[in-house]
């Protein structure tokens, strides 16, 4: 099915661990985004990708690290997870980064830090 | 920069009309969104409206936009259970930047 997956839905990580969150998307769509959402905080912007190669950050990219090698694949590291990381994850993708016909949704990642 | 304002909490009775606010700020808005998303699920497109629309109506869903004064809004005629959800209001511009998102809005619907 078309659409963007996520893998995995549910990780709990100690203090200081490493991860990777995965995304891929198969509609060859050229803009690729990771989203944050916290109780009370909605969606915020961790870091985009208007294509292969080019990222740039958003809102809150402290703590994450990106790379975009292909158009369908854009995974989200986690290099020394904190507390404070514990959130549920989005990634989106969409054919223009203004969005045009909406952006894509992932289902989310549910990230515990203990 | 861009801001997205929409009220956190909303509940109407099943049968009745539910009418969910936003406003914003970015002058140059291009195409506004409304998306939904029910619980642990991700965000999924309900409809979007191009800026230069007063109005645009989808079944049960109409959407009303007022560029003069930014505001947004996003009406379901006989709300059901099955529209208990999150509905998050965003915005984007003619610049290649990414979309501003509101924080929400938890509609609640009353058997």
């Known amino acids: 099915n078309a659409g963007v997956t996520q893998t995995p839905k549910f990780q709990v990580l100690k203090t200081g661990q490493s991860m990777t969150l995965q995304c891929a998307q198969d509609?060859?769509?050229?803009?690729m985004s990771w989203y944050r959402q916290d109780p009370g905080m909605g969606l915020r912007l961790i870091h985009y990708s208007v294509g292969a190669g080019i990222t740039d950050q958003g809102e809150v990219p402290n703590g994450y690290n990106v790379s975009r090698s292909t158009t369908e694949d854009f995974p989200l590291r986690l290099l020394s997870a904190a507390p404070s990381q514990t959130s549920v994850y989005f990634c989106?993708?969409?054919?223009?980064?203004?969005?045009?016909?909406?952006?894509?949704f992932g289902s989310g990642t549910r990230l515990t830090v203990v | 920069g861009e801001d997205v304002e929409q009220s956190l909490f909303l509940s109407v009775r099943e049968g009745d009309s539910s009418v969910i606010n936003c406003t914003y700020t970015?002058?140059?808005?291009?195409?506004l969104y409304w998306y939904k998303q029910e619980p642990g699920a991700g965000l999924q497109l309900l409809t979007y409206i191009f800026s230069n629309m007063d109005m645009k109506q989808d079944q049960r869903l109409t959407v009303l936009l007022n560029k003069k004064d930014k505001h947004l809004s996003l009406r379901i005629a006989d709300t059901q259970t099955g529209d208990s959800a999150i509905y998050f209001c965003?915005?984007?511009?003619?610049?290649?930047?990414?979309?501003?998102f509101g924080k929400g809005t938890r509609l609640s619907v009353i058997a």
């Open positions: 965003a915005e984007s511009n003619q610049g290649n930047t990414p979309l501003v």
């Open positions: 509609m060859n769509h050229e803009y």
């Open positions: 970015d002058s140059s808005s291009t195409y």
């Open positions: 989106a993708s969409s054919s223009t980064t203004t969005g045009g016909d909406g952006y894509t």
